[in-house]
C-alpha cells in the first residue's frame, strides 16, 4: 500500500530536548516535504527537499532542520524545541517531473507539545 | 504578499443539498488550484486538480470551478452527505513546482 509513515503520532516533551520526528514513503517519490498546522494558519511548510542530498526552507524553517540521506526518508529535527513548536505537523511527499501534477500524499500527522 | 483566502466559518447544510465552499487569492498567479479534504486527526488527502485554462472539473459528486478573472475556485458537493463532513482545503501551485501554498480551510458539517 502506498504510503508516508511519520512516527511518532504524538509527543509530548520538554524546552531544550533534541527530537527528531521521522518521516518514510514507500512510493518512490522525489519530492518531501514538511508542514506545519496551527488553528487560524492553515498549513505552513517548514522544508522541501527535491531529492536526495537537496533541501531547502519554506516559510517557517526557524527552529528546524531536517536532512535526506535516502530518498525515502526525511527526518524533522528540533534541536532545541521551544513552546512555540507546539503544533499539528505532516510529512508529505509528490512525484516530480512532466504529468506529475505536483499531487501531496500526506503522513497522519505528528502531534507534538512542548511544556 | 500572497493571500489565499477560505471562509473560516464552518459551514453548515442539510443532507441532500449543494454545498459550495470558496477559494479567494490575491497576488498569485496559479497554474494549477487542487483541493484536499481533512478529516479530524488525520492528513489531508487529494480529491481534485484544476488546470489554469480549464474552467470546470467533475469527478463523481465533486465539481470545481476556476475562475481567473475573479481569482476564485468554487467547490461544489452535490447531493451532500454526512460523510461528506470534514475540512476541505485549496491549495494553489504556481508551476507544478514544488511550492505548494494552503488556504486555512473551510469545515463542512453536512446534517442528516
Known amino acids: 500500500e502506498a504510503q508516508v509513515t511519520q512516527n511518532p503520532r504524538y509527543l509530548i516533551t520538554v524546552t531544550g530536548k533534541k527530537l527528531t520526528v521521522t518521516c518514510s514513503q514507500n512510493?518512490?517519490?522525489?519530492?518531501m516535504s514538511w508542514y506545519r498546522q496551527d488553528p487560524g494558519l492553515g498549513l505552513r511548510q517548514i522544508y522541501y527537499?527535491?531529492?536526495?542530498?537537496?533541501?531547502d526552507k519554506g516559510d517557517v524553517p526557524e527552529g528546524y532542520k531536517v536532512s535526506r540521506k535516502e530518498k525515502r526518508n526525511f527526518p524533522l529535527i528540533l534541536e532545541s524545541p521551544s513552546p512555540n513548536q507546539t503544533s499539528l505537523y505532516f510529512c508529505?511527499?509528490?512525484?516530480?517531473?512532466?504529468?506529475?501534477?505536483?499531487?501531496?500524499?500526506f503522513g497522519a500527522g505528528t502531534r507534538l507539545s512542548v511544556l | 504578499s500572497q493571500k489565499i483566502e477560505q471562509n473560516s466559518e464552518a459551514l453548515n447544510i442539510q443532507e441532500g443539498k449543494t454545498a459550495t465552499l470558496t477559494c479567494n487569492y490575491t497576488?498569485?498567479?496559479?497554474?494549477?488550484l487542487q483541493w484536499y479534504r481533512q478529516d479530524p486527526g488525520r492528513g489531508p488527502v487529494f480529491l481534485l486538480l484544476?488546470?489554469?485554462?480549464?474552467k470546470e472539473k467533475r469527478k463523481e459528486r465533486l465539481k470545481v470551478t476556476f475562475d481567473t478573472t475573479l481569482k476564485q475556485s468554487l467547490f461544489h458537493i452535490t447531493a451532500s452527505q454526512p460523510a461528506d463532513s470534514a475540512t476541505y482545503l485549496c491549495?494553489?501551485?504556481?508551476?507544478?513546482?514544488?511550492?505548494?501554498?494552503f488556504g486555512g480551510g473551510t469545515r463542512l458539517m453536512v446534517k442528516p
Open positions: 508529505a511527499s509528490s512525484a516530480q517531473g512532466a504529468g506529475s501534477k505536483n499531487i501531496q500524499y
Open positions: 512510493m518512490n517519490h522525489e519530492y
Open positions: 491549495a494553489l501551485d504556481p508551476d507544478a513546482g514544488n511550492m505548494l501554498t
Open positions: 527537499s527535491m531529492n536526495v542530498e537537496v533541501t
Open positions: 484544476i488546470r489554469e485554462n480549464e
Open positions: 497576488n498569485y498567479s496559479p497554474a494549477y
